[in-house]
T-cell receptor
Framework: DAKTTQPPSMDCAEGRAANLPCNHSTISGNEYVYWYRQIHSQGPQYIIHGLKNNETNEMASLIITEDRKSSTLILPHATLRDTAVYYCIVRVGLNQFYFGTGTSLTVIP | DGGITQSPKYLFRKEGQNVTLSCEQNLNHDAMYWYRQDPGQGLRLIYYSQIVNDFQKGDIAEGYSVSREKKESFPLTVTSAQKNPTAFYLC?????????????FGSGTQLSVL
């Protein structure tokens, strides 16, 4: 029973904004949405997380729809170093992060 | 520099052998986790611990064991009962395990069967 659904792959031109969508239609009221990214054979790197409101930090912005059934991660000016697999994660319960299969983002020069 | 250290980076297991993966953190975090990642797939939770001397099974605990004798350390043993152990193993930690906290990950251990 998948908690999140993401497109398997996306391309983005260098310097443009990368918008990565995530569907989490079964999310409950107290479950957070997290985004991590992973470069091959390394540990996932935290990007951002949120509950209801939109969030922004030095890496990205997170836009959560009002009904909380979907969200979008925005990398405002993609660089080649942003090429990675991006995971949208719903925290299910106190100690359970459900990782889906992610979106493989390729930034093209 | 605070962080999570996993060792070794690469590990090979012979048939019938138990192997132990090390995970150490100096972040003073209470909660620690072990995940397994198979090629092209997301992460699956093996075990987690919120406090010393206590741990809980995750989704795929069969064939694995853990201990939490010290706050800083959460070693994972892959036993001979785990018939398909080849995978990338990731250790993580968070401050208390409460909802809303972020997880910090180590750099992983690649386990392969000889």
């Amino acid at each position: 029973d998948a908690k999140t659904t993401q497109p398997p792959s996306m391309d983005c031109a260098e310097g443009r904004a990368a918008n990565l969508p995530c569907n989490h239609s079964t999310i409950s009221g107290n479950e957070y949405v997290y985004w991590y990214r992973q470069i091959h054979s390394q540990g996932p790197q935290y990007i951002i997380h949120g509950l209801k409101n939109n969030e922004t930090n030095e890496m990205a912005s997170l836009i959560i729809t009002e009904d909380r059934k979907s969200s979008t991660l925005i990398l405002p000016h993609a660089t080649l170093r942003d090429t990675a697999v991006y995971y949208c994660i719903v925290r299910v319960g106190l100690n359970q992060f459900y990782f889906g299969t992610g979106t493989s983002l390729t930034v093209i020069p | 520099d605070g962080g999570i250290t996993q060792s070794p980076k690469y590990l090979f297991r012979k048939e019938g052998q138990n192997v132990t993966l090390s995970c150490e953190q100096n972040l003073n975090h209470d909660a620690m986790y072990w995940y397994r990642q198979d090629p092209g797939q997301g992460l699956r939770l093996i075990y987690y611990s919120q406090i010393v001397n206590d741990f809980q099974k995750g989704d795929i605990a069969e064939g694995y064991s853990v201990s939490r004798e010290k706050k800083e350390s959460f070693p994972l043993t892959v036993t001979s009962a785990q018939k398909n152990p080849t995978a990338f193993y990731l250790c993580a930690s968070s401050i208390t395990g409460a909802i809303g906290e972020k997880l910090f990950f180590g750099s992983g251990t690649q386990l392969s069967v000889l």
